[in-house]
């Protein structure tokens, strides 16, 4: 069954970009009706959706994030990616991508990223 | 942004029990709800979803109600296994949110 795994630095300094990678495996990145997104969830609080993006190209951001965000896809690698640039102790979180068709499913297991000096 | 509220925040019940969440969205999103069930430092399950919908797999001790602005999650009988944060999320409008979760524990 589809799994996905997520990647990266586990901590960034204050006001550089937060870069990572989402590596889709036993199934495609580009497979029809699927969109691939990022979710984040600071420690002790809810779950804020970052964005979504198709394989084509398509994107659809937070507001929230949009002017820091992008997602990207690279379909030869069956990754997907998340840069967040200006990253303050606000985007402290467990960061989760996931598949989503109509609900998001199914989720990487997460990296707890830290933005600290 | 769409705004989803959940009641109650926490609960705490019995092996067996009938156990009910509620999801309040701040404006009418038809039936595109999920659920979600999420273990202690574990990523969230998707359990339910276009409000009433069971995802394969899933047991069918869990259920789900509702349109428009007001849904319901329970579980019918209330297993230990079931100890987890339970949130909703709606699609109906970007970006997608989610409530604040409800942690349901044993009695």
């Given at each position: 069954q589809?799994?996905?795994?997520?990647?990266?630095?586990?901590?960034?300094?204050?006001?550089?970009?937060?870069?990572?990678?989402?590596?889709?495996?036993?199934?495609?990145?580009?497979?029809?009706?699927?969109?691939?997104?990022?979710?984040?969830?600071?420690?002790g609080k809810g779950l804020e959706w970052i964005g979504s993006s198709y394989y084509s190209g398509t994107t659809y951001y937070n507001p929230s994030l949009k002017s820091r965000v992008t997602i990207s896809v690279d379909t030869s690698k069956n990754q997907f990616s998340l840069k967040l640039s200006s990253v303050t102790a606000a985007d402290t979180a467990v960061y989760y991508c996931a598949r989503r068709r109509i609900g998001f499913d199914p989720w990487g297991q997460g990296t707890l990223v830290t933005v600290s000096s | 942004d769409i705004q989803m509220t959940q009641s109650p925040s926490s609960l705490s019940?019995?092996?067996?029990?009938?156990?009910?969440?509620t999801c309040q969205a701040s404006q009418d999103i038809t039936n595109y709800l999920n659920w979600y069930q999420q273990k202690p430092g574990k990523a969230p399950k998707l359990l339910i979803y276009d409000a009433s919908n069971l995802e394969t797999g899933v047991p069918s001790r869990f259920s789900g109600s509702g349109s428009g602005t007001d849904f319901t999650f329970t579980i019918s009988s209330l297993q230990p296994e079931d100890i987890a944060t339970y949130h909703c999320q709606q699609y109906d409008y970007v970006p997608f949110t989610f409530g604040p979760g409800t942690k349901v524990d044993i009695k």
């Open positions: 589809l799994q996905l795994q997520e990647s990266g630095p586990g901590l960034v300094k204050p006001s550089e970009t937060l870069s990572l990678i989402c590596t889709v495996s036993v199934g495609s990145i580009s497979s029809s009706g699927d969109y691939w997104g990022w979710i984040r969830q600071p420690p | 019940a019995s092996v067996g029990d009938r156990v009910s969440i």
